[in-house]
DNA sequence: CCCATTTGCTTGACAACATGAAACATTCAG
DNA sequence: CTGAATGTTTCATGTTGTCAAGCAAATGGG
């Protein structure tokens, strides 16, 4: 029995190495992929953040406490980055019609463009998938899947 | 012809939904493992690049230079960092005998500490990662080594 | 050896981001 | 109709980030 102890031990220990080695890929995917974002927000004159929020009211018009919610900060830091997103002409705010409290911010004309061409220039993910075969993609897709408890996507 | 053209681009098409969404799923790793990370180190009235910081020199002593180079930020704004977890004791400033231009930073005991209790509750990727079998983490960690250039670790 | 250059760090001015409290209008519930 | 709750903004404050300027120490060509 101890030796089926050690294995046991053995076994536990190059399991918690072996979710040790992921996590810090995942952490390094984590900094790769900001830097990125970043870096393709600046090409556009754009902070990540103010890059974010267009990316979302490009999908769809959303009152300023939905933005706050997807980027998970409080509202009145939202006022703040549609303020220069406005004063650049990519994004407007209007009202809503069923609640007059309610501010719409919506992307421009302009600002559905500016959306558009940085989310195609988002080279990280997908240019080292290319090297990945469909298999290997589905393969990882139904991982990351797990990971984030969306079993069935 | 015109249906080997057909078969190609509807592959290509698939190809591009796959990857598209593998991509999203990336966007969630990232957007859910930055929340928990900002989450734990709130728990220590940490902010998320003072823990970064405090993490990375709980592994080695580092000069400022250094720290500026992981973090990907320019040397003066390391100052300020460093400044507020000194302040706190967690972190401290020797000279370096080698080079006396050079402050080398240091976790202090207490900061050490304060790095060791935060890694470990970092449940993120640790946990549902406990979900998948050993054989699945090693061909998420290929795929993931494979995506950061780093076929061979 | 000496001086110009480079290197490492800090300081100061400034902008963006983030929070929390307070103000305001509007909606909603009793 | 009145009081509570909601949506947004404003203000004060703190952290993070950049860039330019400054200082101390190291380095290398004359």
Same mark, same amino acid.
């Given at each position: 029995?101890?030796?089926?102890?050690?294995?046991?031990?053995?076994?536990?220990?190059?399991?918690?190495?072996? @979710?040790?080695?992921?996590?810090?890929?995942?952490?390094?995917?984590?900094?790769?992929?900001?830097?990125?974002?970043?870096?393709?927000?600046?090409?556009?004159? /754009? @902070?990540?953040?103010?890059?974010?929020? &267009?990316? &979302? /009211?490009?999908?769809?018009? &959303?009152? *300023?406490? $939905?933005?706050?919610?997807?980027?998970?900060?409080?509202?009145?830091?939202?006022? +703040?980055?549609?303020?220069?997103?406005?004063?650049? +002409?990519?994004?407007?705010?209007?009202?809503?019609?069923?609640?007059?409290?309610?501010?719409?911010?919506?992307? @421009?004309?302009?600002?559905?463009? @500016?959306?558009? $061409?940085?989310?195609?220039?988002?080279?990280?993910?997908?240019?080292? &998938?290319? +090297? /990945?075969?469909?298999?290997?993609?589905?393969?990882?897709?139904?991982?990351?899947?797990? *990971? /984030?408890?969306?079993?069935?996507?």
């Amino acid at each position: 029995m101890a030796a089926r102890t050690d294995t046991a031990h053995a076994t536990e220990a190059a399991d918690a190495a072996l @979710t040790r080695e992921v996590v810090d890929l995942i952490a390094s995917i984590v900094s790769r992929y900001h830097e990125e974002y970043e870096a393709a927000a600046a090409q556009y004159g /754009l @902070t990540g953040a103010q890059a974010r929020v &267009l990316a &979302l /009211l490009a999908r769809e018009p &959303l009152p *300023m406490r $939905r933005i706050a919610e997807q980027l998970k900060c409080e509202p009145s830091n939202v006022t +703040g980055i549609v303020d220069r997103l406005e004063a650049r +002409g990519l994004v407007e705010r209007r009202p809503d019609p069923a609640d007059r409290r309610v501010k719409v911010a919506a992307a @421009t004309e302009a600002g559905a463009q @500016t959306a558009d $061409r940085l989310r195609s220039g988002l080279t990280f993910a997908r240019e080292p &998938l290319a +090297g /990945l075969s469909a298999q290997e993609r589905r393969a990882l897709r139904d991982l990351l899947r797990r *990971m /984030l408890d969306m079993p069935a996507g």
